[in-house]
């Protein structure tokens, strides 16, 4: 019992670690970069192909800030600083042609399926798509 109540707590300490606001906000990083890795397992298993879903990237890019913030705020060496200091410029175009993609998509005027950008007939029936600039509040670009 000793032995768990030493590991647990050590002076001020919790599993030998001193806790205060920047290490919590270090540690959510690492469980939110931990956690990018649970959904783009389950959305690559939903649709058996690797993706990367914007999930994904969004939770990329929330690490990139926190662990920036806890750089900055807490740890201060410019290695750690500069090696977040930029990650998150690829999260952010990711999350960019993720939205756009997302947007391009049609919905099947037959069936409602939904139909991959560009696509002149629906996967699913067979039907003809309307051209992609006859498609009201479209956004081609
Ligand atoms: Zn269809």
């Not at 990018?36 to 939770?59: N, S």
């Not at 807490?74 to 500069?82: A, E, R």
């Not at 998509?105 to 002149?120: F, I, L, M």
């Not at 699913?124 to 992609?132: E, M």
Request: glycine share 8%; aromatic share 14%.
């Amino acid at each position: 019992m000793n032995l768990l109540a030493d590991l647990l707590s050590f002076h001020d300490r919790v599993l030998g670690t001193e806790w205060h606001f920047w290490k919590v906000i270090g540690w959510l990083a690492n469980a939110v970069f931990f956690s990018r890795f649970l959904v783009q397992w389950y959305v690559t298993e939903k649709r058996k192909q690797v993706v990367g879903p914007g999930g994904f990237w969004g939770l990329s890019l929330t690490r990139s800030l926190l662990m920036s913030a806890y750089a900055i705020g807490y740890n201060k060496d410019l290695v750690i600083i500069f090696a977040y200091a930029f990650t998150w410029v690829p999260y952010v175009r990711n999350l960019i042609i993720h939205r756009r993609h997302a947007r391009g998509h049609q919905t099947c005027p037959q069936c409602a399926n939904g139909c991959q950008p560009g696509a002149r007939f629906c996967s699913a029936c067979g039907t003809q798509l309307p051209p992609a600039n006859a498609m009201p509040g479209r956004d081609v670009s």
